[in-house]
């Protein structure tokens, strides 16, 4: 009994997800997520997890900016002039579609971005017909447009796909690739990396 109860959470996350995933259940306090532990998440205790494992304390400190992405710890680290400044949770790419480690600079900016391979399908009038698809591999229903999930405080890494922007953390890797923050830490971490930003990404 309990393998399927923990089955079907595993299935209805993995059904909810996507790059930025703002499907209505997932601002719904009733959603609950499987955590790594076996644990059940609820929206509002992963809002607090996050925002105890996250902080800013860059006011004043100057010197070049430089990012760390840990995928284990599922954490972001912010530099400045070589000393730690801020730290925020993250929601990283899920299995099959993890977030490449490496050497990255940001390239691009863009505080309303919305994604070009992930989101909805719609009518004209703006009614969602089938949620979460991936474009290049979802079928459009006919007569159907193509709406990309909303990417706030979107700074893209290279010419990748990947960025760092705001988005729904559950407690575990979640997202296409991209790396998830909090909206607090992803409106900090945009205000303060300009374009040319260092961002490591380590396992």
Request: glycine content about 12%.
């Amino acid at each position: 009994m309990r393998f399927t109860a923990h089955a079907a959470l595993l299935l209805a996350a993995a059904l909810l997800s996507s790059c930025a995933g703002y499907d209505r259940r997932l601002n719904d306090t009733r959603t609950s997520y499987l955590g790594t532990d076996g644990s059940i998440i609820s929206r509002s205790s992963q809002s607090t997890l996050a925002d105890k494992n996250s902080y800013w304390d860059g006011e004043g400190v100057t010197g070049s900016p430089f990012i760390v992405i840990d995928l284990s710890e599922q954490t972001a680290s912010f530099y400045r002039g070589g000393k730690l400044v801020g730290v925020s949770a993250i929601s990283s790419g899920r299995e099959g579609f993890g977030t490449p480690t490496g050497n990255y600079k940001i390239t691009q900016k863009k505080p309303d971005h919305v994604s070009n391979l992930y989101g909805n399908y719609v009518n004209a009038q703006g009614d969602v017909l089938v949620k979460n698809v991936g474009i290049k591999k979802d079928p459009k229903p006919p007569g159907a447009i193509f709406a990309g999930s909303p990417m706030p405080y979107f700074m893209r890494l290279n010419r990748t796909a990947v960025g760092l922007h705001q988005g729904f953390l559950p407690g575990v890797p979640d997202s296409h690739g991209c790396i998830r923050l909090p909206e607090r830490m992803a409106k900090v971490f945009f205000d303060n990396a300009p374009i040319g930003t260092p961002v490591r990404i380590i396992n």
